[in-house]
């Protein structure tokens, strides 16, 4: 079986939610499903304690069944060590890709292989599967850019805010911004070798802010263990309207300007815009079709009117 397609519109990955589920947990599972979550993520290793590993490997099967209805991408959380039985667990092909918290190159090397097996043994084409590598230690920091770069399949860094954290010995609650470094770093890291970031800003009242102040800082999308999150993030994570419409003022404004043999020109709102403007607003566009694809996808009715409410409030999604 072919696994259903990543969700890229051109070279653009849209994962602006990554709701992360128990396959033991047959209400988290119900409630992924109904949800309008990006990806979903089945859980082997991350939050499941060691002793139940193997009962949830034997529950992935009928979990990831579930899930297809979705339309999400499904993603499997794994690790170095347990990929190539987490990976035989879960069936022929309903997977994208995985997750995985890893320390070193060598272990995101490691996870490489057991999808490089895996692949022809259930008939995908080789290279198909992606990887989305989870920071969630110093170690991990320490070899960000090294981690990046570690594998073609990775299209994404992902920050794990509350494991990383317990790791520093700071509760949630008391952490203040100590990741404001480790956000900048993970998506300066990204960028450099041309793949996504994904976490949630700190500041904020609500997730829609939180999320939407991460995407003016260059992360797209970010994991989350409650699917009540799932609108809230996918909203954030969406440039607004009015982004949407200054964008495009901002091009055709320009365009202008070129055509006239000039470099710079003020907007209606009264700042000027030059060429240098010109490309953060070809990302907003992008991004933007990329989101409203995304959202088509879906395609029941309930998601179109799910959409078109998230628009009417001043979001694409």
């Not at 396959?23 to 409630?31: E, I, S, T």
């Not at 309008?36 to 529950?59: E, F």
């Not at 347990?82 to 035989?88: N, R």
């Not at 994404?156 to 494991?163: I, K």
Request: with cysteine.
């Amino acid at each position: 079986m072919k696994p259903p397609g990543t969700w890229v519109q051109g070279a653009t990955l849209v994962r602006r939610s990554l709701l992360v589920v128990s396959p033991l947990d047959d209400g988290a599972l119900l409630n992924a499903a109904n949800s309008v979550a990006d990806a979903i993520v089945v859980d082997l290793t991350s939050r499941i304690p060691k002793t139940w590993r193997d009962d949830a490997r034997r529950a992935t099967p009928s979990a990831l069944e579930r899930l297809l209805s979705s339309g999400a991408d499904l993603l499997l959380w794994t690790d170095a060590e347990g990929a190539s039985a987490d990976l035989a667990a879960c069936g022929s092909g309903a997977i994208v890709g995985v997750l995985a918290a890893v320390d070193t190159p060598e272990e995101a090397h490691s996870i490489d292989g057991a999808l490089a097996t895996w692949e022809p043994a259930n008939n995908i084409p080789k290279g198909t599967l992606t990887m989305e590598l989870v920071l969630a230690s110093a170690k991990a920091m320490g070899n960000v850019d090294q981690l990046a770069a570690a594998s073609r399949r990775t299209v994404a860094l992902a920050l794990d805010d509350e494991l990383l954290l317990h790791e520093m010995g700071v509760s949630a609650s008391d952490s203040s911004d100590l990741l404001t470094y480790h956000r900048g770093k993970m998506a300066m890291s990204a960028r450099s070798a041309g793949i996504q970031a994904h976490a949630l800003d700190i500041v904020g009242d609500s997730i829609i802010d939180r999320a939407a102040a991460a995407r003016q800082a260059g992360l797209r999308g970010a994991l989350c263990f409650d699917s009540t999150e799932v609108a809230s993030l996918n909203a954030g994570f969406s440039p607004s309207n009015e982004e949407i419409e200054a964008a495009r003022q901002v091009l055709e404004t320009m365009q202008v300007a070129v055509d006239g043999g000039r470099g710079a020109v003020a907007l209606s709102s009264g700042q000027m815009a030059d060429l240098a403007n010109v490309r953060g607003a070809q990302a907003v566009i992008a991004w933007s079709e990329a989101v409203e694809a995304r959202v088509l996808s879906f395609g029941s009715a309930q998601d179109k009117l799910l959409a078109q409410g998230e628009r009417e409030t001043g979001r694409v999604a």
